[in-house]
């Protein structure tokens, strides 16, 4: 009589010994995928390279900018964009670069996601700039279309700002979690 009682909880023992078994090989795999992603994933210093070249193509996109054909607004625009990307842009990246420089292999590691974004953001400033010198270049910064031109530049500006944050966010708890030394408590 015992037997027969033992058998469903036999039978629910090794269903349970399988689903773990499967879990264990599709957990493996899981970890053998993103281990492979990052194997082969961009490190910190090419986004942020990328992100640098972006910005200097942007910069050389606006001094191939036809000046003489620009009213007084849309060259104020124009100088103002290059004293954005050449003064505080161009900071913000060197800045960027040297903390990361300075960080463990596994700790610039924890920057992908905010090195990303502002490599995004300097990509929509090359592109916004592009947009307007094209225009400029094509006689079509009057009108509706040239103020949407312009304002996109100015919105591709803007658009850098949230990226400056979450660096500054990251830089000061990866600074903080070095100085207490949260990492090693992390590294298990």
């Known amino acids: 009589m015992s037997n027969h009682r033992n058998k469903p909880l036999i039978h629910h023992a090794r ?43 942007a910069t050389q996109v ?8 620009l009213d007084a607004s849309e060259a104020a625009l124009l100088s103002a964009q ?8 161009s900071s913000l990246l060197a800045d960027q670069e040297s903390l990361q420089a300075e960080l463990p292999a596994a700790d ?14 300097y990509q929509g400033i090359l592109s916004a700039d592009q947009t307007f010198v094209t225009a400029d270049q094509a ?7 040239g103020l949407t031109d312009e304002l996109g530049v100015v919105d591709a500006d803007f658009a850098a700002i949230p990226a400056a944050f979450d660096l500054d966010a990251t830089d000061i708890g990866a600074a903080v979690a070095n100085l207490f030394g949260i990492t090693d408590f992390l590294a298990f």
């Open 62 to 69: 606006l001094d191939g900018a036809p000046t003489t054909s």
């Open 108 to 121: 610039a590691q924890g920057f992908a996601g905010v090195d990303t974004q502002l490599a995004d953001a």
């Open 15 to 57: 269903r349970w010994g399988t689903f773990l078994g499967m879990g264990a090989v599709v957990a493996a795999a899981v970890i053998g995928m993103f281990g492979a992603a990052d194997a082969h994933a961009d490190t910190g210093s090419d986004v942020l390279g990328q992100a640098g070249t972006d910005l200097t193509d």
């Open 82 to 89: 290059e004293s954005f990307q050449t003064g505080a842009a």
């Open 139 to 145: 006689g079509d910064l009057t009108g509706l279309t």
